[in-house]
């Protein structure tokens, strides 16, 4: 028996869900349901101290689903509220909710910069590559040539890779799933919750109505074992069907290799150190693409480093600590001050 | 030294000290000020200083200037024109030779004055004072450079140091003329350069020899005595400026709501200061944050009021621009939030050093939608601090975003100020949920205010969901019914309304009723003051209604304006409140007076225009 007890349940509030039917935020939704009753014991939080804060589009409208506390920002703008909620009361779990044109196009810089900061917050990006709410105009991370209504001939221009943006800006903790994985869902966004710091968790999200498929090279249920690799901090490299194929390292480079083919052994394939401060490797592993490799899964990065709120909480303290002055009458009357008889 | 001088008695006098940018001339300005209030004298200061940090040495662009006004009463402004001028290079002289009065004396760094000053200044001639018309002033060419090296060329200063100390020789002088005791200034040495004994020496010698030299040349044929203010109340004062007075009255005011508080801003001229203030006070657990733009500046701020924080911003023009759409968000979502704007010259970078009343209509009407809130503005450095406190008040107890105006005028002058108590403030009370409340619903208000109640994350069972999406009346939950949002509109807009029966009544300085009514509000009070007392003292039928709370206005507006022949409104901007009243209350004519030089009105100019309206011209 744990502490609260929560069930899935307990989550959901009395809105009626109104995403397209189909939509990978369902299956996104349903993770978040089934992973607070676990981050709840885990970290022994009571409901009422979540917060879930979004901005702009159809991913945005998850706080109204759920049965907590929650605030729907305004575009590109909830990694600024989410920050503020969490140093004014840090207290709380905060979760922040955002898209690919949400957080990476409008709100690119509140972004980066809660990540620099590394606020302890835990931020679900749903990547579905395009604009959904505004009907289908490509996003930042579209793939070059992607034609939506405003590329009637195809985008000129580069997408964003979500976790080499994470990584530059000094992220601490970057996850990535997809959004038919429920279960694995679930699982990255409980370590997300345990990650003192920014944890952004990217979910490869699919939109059904303007951009359907887009992932389904290494989303497609047949393929996934093969095409994807789940990565899990202390454990081998492996990935297809049967874990027969693996990650080694040549020279500066990963490369994909086939166990018992050309002399490979299972005590070749990379063991998974997502805890390494050094981004090298995290940063291939995000790079990775499909058909030359697998699509990264799981937890890639999680590095300790302290956290914005906490050193906030830490000045506070030793300041007050030191100083003589403790109420507004001691400031009033501190420093140059003369008197008129 | 022993050369008997006559001594002037006067009821005033107004200094200007200007130099380069980087020749400390604000700080000269802001010790002899303190002396001055600390010798009991009525004091008001006014900093005038360029947008460049440190423009080409010599120009006239990268003039830094500081007026000031000394008196035998509580002195309202710096004064029009001065009766000092001290001019540290050629560029000081040209750029502030407008700025005299006639008969003014001007002291100048006569070692500036070669080739290169004056070329640098760009002088078309080699005779600045033929070429500026000043023949008729009382000119002292001290040779203040090199004054300041034989002073100090037995120290071991090396030669930056020594003629960094040029402005206290100046100072020393002026010192002199006005009969300064030095002490007060002499130990402002002693603490800034605490670690650093051989520059508190220094700074001494070269301010008494500054001082000495003036006593004996004879182009100072007299000094001046301004006898302290005998109206002054008893009591311990401190020196203060706008900027520094609004971040205290924030954290008086959250002291007062017993809660933290919560600044997210990002820096920006000329209002970077009240952070700065902001960031010192951890000790009273204010937390600030630096954020990356305007935008979250705001942002982080109404996360920090959803999360339970008194939460404030602060900004000038062209910040509370890109906070429009923030500020809407905190409209719809109503929780409490104060916006600071420190008005500068508009539009866009404009004149970021300069001061403007032109933000006026931004903070009544810069958002989309029917978007209401609640503008106050203050008028005095010393007030910066009850405004802040009365929008605090406002936007806590009414659950709404408050914005406060002041101006680079009042944010960076300085006046004496009686150092309040804290007990003589209101408490602040928010409309908190109590914990186990279990029918909260988030938009539910009281009668009186129409205030909803704040529910804090990490109450338990109190959970709800705010955000920018129109909300049903009742249960707060999203609605796109039409006649909800109808009614959700007119319940803002009657909300922000309703904080007049909280306000007191409008106050009128002088008669009830008379020939002309002045109109003012926000920081040229001083100078419409002192120009409706001048005018008051003549027996002539002039009074002044100086506005704080501009939406919503107090109640008795109508009254106290139907009893004047001729209304005046008086503002830096090209009629912004005149426009407003006339929406308000269109029965009346309003006049206008109007400038956007960057620049304060001059009592000058405003009894020009009052005196032609009352002679019916």
Not at chain 2, 53 to 58: D, K
């Given at each position: 028996m744990g502490k609260h007890n929560y069930t899935t349940q307990d989550f959901k509030s009395d809105q009626e869900v109104k995403w397209c039917p189909g939509c990978g935020d369902h299956a996104i939704l349903n993770s978040v349901y089934r992973a607070l009753p676990d981050v709840s014991e885990a970290l022994d939080y009571s409901k009422e101290r979540f917060v879930f804060i979004s901005g702009i589009g159809c991913s945005s409208r998850f706080p109204y689903y759920m049965d907590t506390y929650g605030f729907h920002g305004i575009h590109g703008r909830a990694s600024a509220i989410s920050t503020g909620a969490k140093v004014a009361n840090p207290e709380l779990s905060i979760w922040q909710i955002t898209g690919d044109g949400d957080a990476l196009a409008i709100g690119g810089n509140h972004f980066i910069h809660a990540v620099r900061r590394n606020i302890d917050i835990n931020i679900i990006l749903f990547n579905n590559e395009i604009y959904g709410l505004t009907k289908g105009q490509y996003s930042p991370t579209s793939k070059l040539g992607s034609k939506t209504v405003t590329s009637p001939y195809g985008t000129v221009e580069q997408p964003f890779n979500p976790g080499e943006l994470i990584i530059g800006a000094k992220g601490t903790f970057f996850a990535r799933s997809i959004d038919m994985d429920v279960k694995l869902t679930a699982e990255v966004l409980v370590e997300a919750a345990k990650h003192d710091g920014t944890a952004v968790v990217v979910v490869q999200q699919n939109c059904v109505i303007f951009n359907d498929n887009t992932h389904s090279l290494i989303t497609e249920k047949e393929h996934r074992p093969d095409r994807t690799i789940v990565l899990r901090h202390g454990e081998k490299m492996l990935f297809g069907k049967n874990k027969e194929k693996g990650l080694i390292m040549v020279g500066n480079h990963l490369k994909v290799v086939t166990i018992g083919e050309d002399g490979i052994t299972l005590d070749d394939i990379l063991v998974h150190d997502a805890k390494n401060p050094n981004p090298g490797v995290h940063m291939m592993l995000t790079n990775m693409a499909y058909p030359e490799f697998p699509f990264a899964l799981g937890v890639i990065r999680a590095v300790k480093y302290a956290t914005y709120d906490d050193n906030v909480r830490d000045q506070l303290l030793e300041v007050q600590t030191g100083s003589k002055i403790k109420c507004m009458d001691d400031l009033l009357h501190s420093g140059d001050t003369y008197e008129i008889k | 030294m022993d050369k008997q001088k006559h001594v002037l008695e006067v009821d005033e006098v107004s200094i200007r000290f200007s130099g380069d940018s980087g020749d400390g001339m604000q700080l000269s300005g802001t010790l002899f000020s303190d002396a001055s209030a600390l010798f009991g004298n009525g004091v008001s200061t006014f900093p005038d200083y360029p947008a460049?940090?440190?423009?080409?040495?010599?120009t006239v662009g990268g003039v830094s200037g500081f007026q000031l006004q000394i008196g035998n009463r509580k002195m309202y402004t710096p004064g029009d024109d001065c009766d000092v001028l001290v001019a540290m290079n050629p560029a000081a002289l040209k750029a502030n030779a407008k700025w005299l009065k006639p008969g003014a004396t001007i002291i100048v760094d006569s070692d500036t004055f070669n080739e290169k000053g004056l070329q640098r200044a760009k002088f078309k001639t080699d005779d600045p004072v033929t070429e500026l018309k000043l023949q008729d002033f009382n000119i002292v060419w001290a040779p203040i450079t090199s004054l300041t090296k034989e002073s100090l060329i037995e120290t071991e200063l090396d030669n930056k140091s020594i003629l960094r100390s040029k402005n206290m020789f100046a100072l020393g002088m002026v010192y002199y003329m006005f009969d300064r005791p030095l002490n007060f200034t002499e130990h402002y040495y002693e603490v800034k350069f605490k670690t650093r004994p051989r520059i508190v020496e220094a700074n001494k010698k070269v301010l008494r020899d500054g001082y000495n030299y003036a006593g004996n040349i004879d182009s100072i044929p007299n000094t001046y005595k301004i006898p302290a203010s005998t109206t002054t109340k008893k009591g311990i004062y401190r020196n203060i400026n706008g900027n520094v007075a609004t971040a205290w009255g924030l954290i008086a005011a959250a002291e007062k709501a017993k809660l933290p508080l919560f600044c997210g801003s990002y820096p920006i001229t000329p209002a970077t200061d009240i952070l700065i203030e902001l960031a010192k006070h951890k000790e009273l657990d204010v937390k600030t944050l630096q954020a990356e733009d305007e935008i979250a500046g705001i942002c982080t701020s109404i996360g920090a009021s959803f999360a339970g924080n008194f939460a404030v911003t602060t900004t000038s023009g062209p910040g509370l621009s890109l906070k429009s759409e923030a500020l809407g968000l905190a409209v719809m979502t109503e929780l409490p939030l104060v916006v600071v704007n420190v008005q500068r010259g508009g539009p866009s970078t404009g004149l970021p050093t300069k001061t403007e009343q032109s933000d006026l209509f931004q903070a009544l009407y810069g958002r989309n939608g029917e978007c209401p809130l609640v503008v106050v503005a203050a008028s005095t450095p010393s007030n910066c601090f009850d405004w802040a406190f009365n929008a605090s008040k406002i936007a806590l107890e009414h659950m709404t975003p408050v914005i406060l105006l002041t101006d680079g005028y009042i944010a960076n002058g300085t006046e004496p100020w009686a150092i309040p108590s804290m007990k003589d403030y209101p408490e602040i009370k928010p409309p908190l949920v109590p914990d186990g409340a279990t029918d909260y619903l988030p938009y539910e208000r009281d009668s009186e205010k129409l205030a909803r109640r704040w529910a804090i994350p990490g109450q338990k069972g109190l959970e709800h969901r705010l955000g920018g999406l129109e909300k049903d009346f009742v249960k707060g939950s999203v609605s796109h019914d039409p006649i909800n949002h109808q009614k959700m509109t007119d319940v803002r807009a009657a909300k922000v309304a309703k904080v007049q029966d909280f306000i007191p009544e409008q106050e009128v300085i002088g008669d009830a009723e008379g020939d002309l009514l002045v109109v003012s509000w926000g920081g040229t009070y001083g100078h419409t003051l002192t120009a409706v007392n001048s005018l008051q003292k003549e027996g002539k039928k002039v009074s002044l209604c100086h506005l704080h709370y501009i939406n919503p206005l107090p109640k008795n507006i109508k009254d106290i304006f139907k009893r004047f022949k001729n209304i005046i409104v008086c503002e830096l901007n090209m009629g912004q409140m005149a426009n407003y009243l006339r929406m308000n209350h269109q029965e009346f004519n309003y006049l206008q007076f109007n400038k956007v030089q960057g620049l304060p009105f001059t009592v000058t100019e405003l009894k020009g225009r009052f005196n032609q309206i009352l002679e019916g011209k």
């Open positions: - | 460049e940090i440190r423009a080409p040495q010599g």
